[in-house]
């Protein structure tokens, strides 16, 4: 790894102005950022330290719960009030990376980083959710914009994320039997305002997104019937060594209806490996 | 160069780094810590966990830069010299949880952090606890037998 400067700023506004400067950025919980430099890419400059200085307070305001963006997965994942009102998110958090990924990876950092098989990601789009900066507030759909990247400009820090509690929701991913990251997840859910949202993650090289044609055939009635004509179109999809665009684009569909007839049930989230329950959680927390 | 101070094992440490040093070369190569292993280097197989102010982290992608202040545990601060091994060590041996050993002290500091959040932990709790850290040797059977019994001889410590 090149070596760079590191700079621990005392407060936000200084940390925006060093990141804002060429060949510098923000350094969250580096679970992504630190593992990528070491292949090179990205290969910054100047890494701007912004541990401690995001807010990472887990709290429920109204109908929403707010993450401080500086909230490791472990917080999340555990925090009372999430796994209360909205239990999907904990349990989707806590199956990112492994339990010491957990302990550093910061929900700011999994979304500024917008790796293509992000869990949280699929969880921002399908929830709505809303992404707070330093410089303003941003529906998550506008948010994501491709393959690791998303509309935060120079210098710009990701303070926290609202998410609208649902009580029908699913999310299900099918891990890479080796590597063990998700080769597809889709994040089912039906809003408040009774409008279904179907996210779909790792499937495309671009990054997590809505699943629109699944959306409209849900639109009236949320149940999994509704899909089975629903095809996924392979223009896009990724392939690598363990899965072409037709396999992938058929998991998406058959994980989609699975994740609707979950959500129809209750709240639940579900890691397949090897295409057998390799846990369907709340056991573990 | 920039310096990092922080307490290892207990022990107050100061060493100047570079901006890229990561936490793992920070204890093996400046402060001699070599029970402290890497494997992968790409936070995937779990041999260079340490604790980092009581939990588990990956000292292969966490900068020595970050650990300013903080208070590190590494394998060898578990029992002292000569010093009975620490209940979760006797039971790896106990249960002959390795082979090689290059993954052992990463699980060792894994199982504790299990331990700290399953007071008993199932089987299937700590094989999906067990994640992240890889061992090519042993088929993990005798490594979740020993992380068990020894999170269950911990449990009854702290409860007598």
Redesign the interface.
Known sequence: MRDFEYHRPGSLDEAGRLAAEDGAMLLAGGQTLLRDMKQGHPSPARLVDITGLVPREIELRGDTISIGAGATHAEVAGAEVVRRHLPVLADLVGHIGDPAVRNRGTLGGAIAANEPAGDYPAACLALDATVRTTGRTIAATEFFRGDRRTVLEAGEIVTAAMFPIVTRAAYIKFLNPAARYAMVGVFAALGADGSPRVAVTAARADGAFRWQEAEAALTGEFDAGRLRDVRLPLDGLSEDLFADGPYRAHLAEVLAGRAVSLAAAAPAVVVLSHGSPASTDRQHH | M?EVSLTVNGRAARSGV???T?LSELLRERLGLTGTHVGC????C?AC?VHVNG????SC???A??C?GASVTTIEGLAGRGAPLHPMQAAFREHHALQCGYCTSGMVM?AL??ARRFPEP?E??IR??L???ICRCTGYHNIVKAIAAGARTMTAADRS
Do not use: F, H
């Not at chain 2, 280097?41 to 995937?44: A, D, I, L, V």
């Not at chain 2, 939990?55 to 990956?58: L, R, S, T």
């Open positions: 920039p570079e901006g890229r990561m280097e790409t936070t995937q779990g966990v939990v588990a982290v990956k992608t966490m900068l830069l970050q300013e894994m952090d299990i199932d299937a709790t999906e606890q994640k992240g850290n």
